[in-house]
């Protein structure tokens, strides 16, 4: 059996943990099988008390430190998951901790971070730049820098989710991971190799934050832009992890923002969980690319549920326009009694449900005696949506399908 040097390191914190954050379920996810082709085992680390899977490595971590590093106290950067991981734990044992986000954090991580006792500084546009500020303070304030992923302790503390992983299903042919800085990958690949070396491990980047690839083929790639999976969208990977998956991670897959909605909305309405963007990366790389993983017995991290509520209506809204579930009609009409009365019920007759209606006179391009009618409605499907046009066609009216949203 390959044994990697920190495997022990992975055991040690199995123990340390036991009883302080959740063994969360790993559980087979029938209708993702059927969504994907494979045979898929979802680990639900959003089931935490923080909803991701931060807390095992800080906690790991915050279990090292000495009396006297205790009394001075903690601080971590970080744009989400680790800080309330870092917050809710330091609370936990007593230890004073101060987190610095940057100021483009989404609120609901902000707040939740407060709640969990911690002083937060909001500093820096950037990871990187809120970084620099945590370093500051900490060396001002004589606080221990608690990273969200270089560190061994921290390692160690995620790699016991793969532990749990094959003590629950020891035949998976792959574990999908996410990579921001590599920590979790890095824990995970270390744990599942040193247990069974054959098993394949995918790491998964947003294609916009390509950190880690690039690393691996030493190429400069050019990060940034707003992605849903904020939560691994890094631009510098780790000194201690970028070695290790060069070792032990067989293959990085690219996602787009597209591939993320799906997931997360897969997540929801198939699985009846949520996940964040980072969280259902996982996912996402197997919806991107189905034929690596067909018939493979796959087991998924969904590492974190924090999405901002906002985000996962419109994400929801988008899903039913893609699927052609939600379509808008502009109809050219005769501006006379009736004609409403006479469209609506055709629309109703068809089994259509009308969410919107838009009665537009004043605009220029229409004749002084006539209206547009937009129409935003509720369809089965795609080939129903196109049902209902063509009754609508059929009966002299013009219709136009425009973008839905």
């Known amino acids: 059996m390959h044994m990697h040097a920190d495997f022990p390191r992975i055991r040690a914190a199995e123990a340390a943990l036991a009883g302080q954050v959740m063994r969360t379920p790993f559980l087979p996810a029938p209708r993702l099988s059927a969504l994907t082709g494979a045979h898929v085992f979802v680990k639900y680390e959003n089931m935490q008390v923080t909803a991701a899977f931060k807390e095992r490595g800080a906690l790991n971590r915050l279990l090292t430190l000495d009396p006297d590093e205790r009394k001075s106290g903690v601080i971590a950067m970080s744009a989400g998951n680790h800080a309330q991981a870092v917050a809710y734990h330091a609370a936990r044992l007593g230890i004073s901790a101060k987190i610095v986000m940057p100021v483009t954090t989404p609120h609901v991580k902000v707040a939740a971070t407060r709640g969990y006792g911690a002083a937060v500084v909001l500093e820096g546009e950037t990871v990187a730049e809120a970084q620099l500020a945590a370093e500051r303070i900490g060396a001002d304030e004589r606080r221990v820098f608690i990273h969200p992923y270089d560190d061994l302790h921290v390692l160690a503390g995620q790699g016991t989710i793969a532990l749990e992983m094959l003590a629950d299903q020891p035949d998976l042919d792959s574990l999908v991971v996410p990579i921001g800085g590599g920590g979790l990958i890095s824990g995970m690949a270390i744990a599942a190799k040193s247990i069974n070396p054959a098993i394949q491990v995918i790491g998964v980047e947003t294609r916009l934050y390509p950190a880690m690839w690039a690393a ?176 609508l066609r059929s009966r002299g009216y013009d219709v136009e399908r425009r973008i839905a949203g």
């Not at 992605?227 to 897959?253: C, M, S, W």
């Not at 990366?281 to 189905?290: N, Q, R, S, V």
């Not at 991290?301 to 502009?330: F, H």
């Open 216 to 391: 691996l083929r030493a190429v400069t790639v050019a990060a940034g832009g707003p992605t849903l999976a904020e939560g691994i969208a890094v631009k510098n990977v780790g000194a201690l992890t970028l070695p290790l998956v060069r070792d032990l991670v067989d293959h990085i897959i690219l996602v787009d923002e597209s591939h993320l909605e799906r997931a997360v909305n897969a997540y929801l309405t198939l699985q009846k969980t949520m996940a964040e963007g980072a969280g259902a990366a996982g996912l996402a790389a197997m919806i991107a690319e189905p034929d690596l993983f067909r018939d493979r017995k796959v087991g998924l991290v969904l590492s974190g549920g924090n999405i901002d509520p906002r985000i996962l209506s419109s994400i929801m809204m988008r899903e039913l326009v893609r699927e052609e579930r939600i379509i808008s009609i502009r109809l050219d009409i005769p501006d006379r009694p009736g004609v409403l009365g006479d469209i609506t019920s055709l629309i109703g007759t068809a089994g259509g449900n009308i969410l919107e209606v838009s009665h537009r006179r004043t605009l220029l391009d229409i004749p002084a005696k006539g209206a547009a009618l937009d129409i935003m409605l509720e369809a089965r499907d795609g080939q129903h949506a196109e049902q209902i046009v063509e009754l």
